[in-house]
């Protein structure tokens, strides 16, 4: 007789997909991660890391997904990573990538070039993505062809070095990603501060846009969590204009001068940003759900401005997310 016994993550594991096991206030993160139930993992916790080169299974019984390559009879890994089932597809999620689009994906990116009819955008992919003249709105929101006047007022749009979040519509032939921003709630992004994670921390959501209302800040902290691995933490608006209603600014959308913030303000968004840092730092994926809660347990225990001491942090990732970190 043998026992079969689980072994829960150690202190110091960084996997992205591992975390989630512990992160017991939200089981419909852990759910919606949930894979086949056999030798390959019944969810995060149990799947096994593979290294490059190391046999997986026999390629007679499964076939050979990404992440992998067939030698002799043996599916093979080709990247460090957890390995992932679907029927008899076998493939393996490497643990540090780039990111990888799909057409739908909300995406921050900043411009790197504007050329003719286009701009060239670093999303934070394998190639830059081109976001095309045609595929933006105008200045008024106006809805009419782009005309050879436009074509010499690109910069007064978006120069370089702006950010911008805009959705992913189609691919080129070479692969690169072709944007538009054709909705209100995409275009420059202003009053703010950019962040950066491992894009495989951000979970597909229904909405990408958050926002946490006072008391976190006067107006409350936005949040886009862009598929990408950027993250853009903002001062805070009301849903009707940051949805184009009433009290839309619609002429000042290609703007390049920040709004006032209050230095209230501007304490909440940094507060904002340091836990989300935190979190990331422990491999931790990101949902909108989370965040706000992490922020509600930092109003409530009124901790001091500015990066959380190491205590607090041991504190705030075992009271919210459930994870043991003390050494």
Same mark, same amino acid.
């Given at each position: 007789? /043998?026992?079969?016994?689980?072994?829960?993550?150690?202190?110091? #594991?960084?996997?992205?997909?591992?975390?989630?096991?512990?992160? !017991?206030?939200?089981?419909?993160?852990?759910?919606?991660?949930?894979?086949?139930?056999?030798?390959?993992?019944?969810?995060?916790?149990? !799947?096994?890391?593979?290294?490059?080169?190391?046999?997986?299974?026999?390629?007679?019984?499964?076939? !050979?997904?990404?992440?992998?390559?067939?030698?002799?009879?043996?599916?093979?890994?080709?990247?460090?990573?957890?390995?992932?089932?679907?029927?008899?597809?076998? @493939?393996?999620?490497?643990?540090?990538?780039?990111?990888?689009?799909?057409?739908?994906?909300?995406?921050?990116?900043?411009?790197?070039?504007?050329?003719?009819?286009?701009?060239?955008?670093?999303?934070?992919?394998?190639?830059?993505?081109?976001?095309?003249? @045609?595929?933006?709105?105008?200045?008024?929101?106006?809805? !009419?062809?782009?005309?050879?006047?436009?074509?010499?007022?690109?910069?007064?749009?978006?120069?370089?070095?702006?950010?911008?979040?805009?959705?992913?519509?189609? /691919?080129?032939?070479?692969?690169?990603?072709?944007?538009?921003?054709?909705?209100?709630?995409?275009?420059?992004?202003?009053?703010?501060?950019?962040?950066?994670?491992?894009?495989?921390?951000?979970?597909?959501?229904?909405?990408?846009?958050?926002?946490?209302?006072?008391?976190?800040?006067?107006?409350?902290?936005?949040?886009?969590?862009?598929?990408?691995? /950027?993250?853009?933490?903002?001062?805070?608006?009301?849903?009707?204009?940051?949805?184009?209603?009433?009290?839309?600014?619609?002429?000042?959308?290609?703007?390049?001068?920040?709004?006032?913030?209050?230095?209230?303000?501007?304490?909440?968004?940094?507060?904002?940003?340091?836990?989300?840092?935190?979190?990331?730092?422990?491999?931790?994926?990101?949902?909108?759900?989370?965040?706000?809660?992490?922020?509600?347990?930092?109003?409530?225990?009124?901790?001091?401005?500015?990066?959380?001491?190491?205590?607090?942090? #041991?504190?705030?990732?075992?009271?919210?997310?459930?994870?043991?970190?003390?050494?």
């Amino acid at each position: 007789m /043998f026992v079969i016994k689980t072994v829960p993550p150690s202190s110091t #594991q960084t996997f992205a997909d591992d975390m989630p096991a512990t992160h !017991r206030k939200h089981q419909i993160e852990i759910d919606a991660m949930q894979v086949d139930e056999d030798e390959y993992g019944a969810g995060p916790s149990k !799947r096994t890391i593979v290294t490059p080169g190391e046999i997986i299974t026999s390629s007679k019984e499964y076939m !050979r997904g990404h992440g992998t390559y067939v030698e002799e009879v043996n599916v093979v890994s080709s990247v460090t990573g957890t390995i992932e089932r679907v029927n008899k597809l076998i @493939s393996v999620k490497p643990v540090r990538s780039k990111y990888t689009p799909e057409v739908g994906d909300l995406v921050i990116g900043r411009i790197v070039e504007v050329g003719p009819q286009r701009w060239r955008v670093d999303a934070n992919g394998r190639q830059d993505a081109v976001l095309m003249l @045609s595929s933006v709105n105008l200045p008024g929101g106006v809805q !009419r062809r782009k005309i050879e006047s436009d074509a010499l007022k690109m910069r007064e749009f978006l120069a370089e070095g702006d950010l911008l979040v805009a959705e992913v519509q189609a /691919f080129f032939g070479d692969g690169a990603m072709s944007l538009h921003t054709r909705s209100l709630k995409y275009g420059k992004l202003r009053n703010g501060q950019l962040l950066t994670v491992p894009p495989q921390l951000i979970r597909r959501l229904k909405s990408h846009f958050h926002h946490i209302p006072p008391p976190c800040g006067p107006s409350g902290v936005d949040i886009i969590l862009g598929l990408n691995g /950027f993250i853009w933490v903002s001062s805070g608006t009301s849903q009707e204009k940051r949805e184009g209603g009433e009290g839309f600014d619609s002429e000042g959308v290609y703007s390049d001068k920040n709004d006032d913030i209050t230095p209230e303000g501007r304490q909440a968004i940094s507060s904002v940003a340091n836990l989300i840092k935190v979190l990331a730092d422990q491999g931790i994926p990101l949902t909108d759900t989370l965040i706000e809660e992490a922020s509600n347990w930092m109003n409530q225990n009124q901790l001091p401005i500015g990066p959380l001491v190491k205590n607090d942090e #041991q504190r705030l990732l075992a009271e919210v997310v459930g994870v043991d970190v003390t050494e």
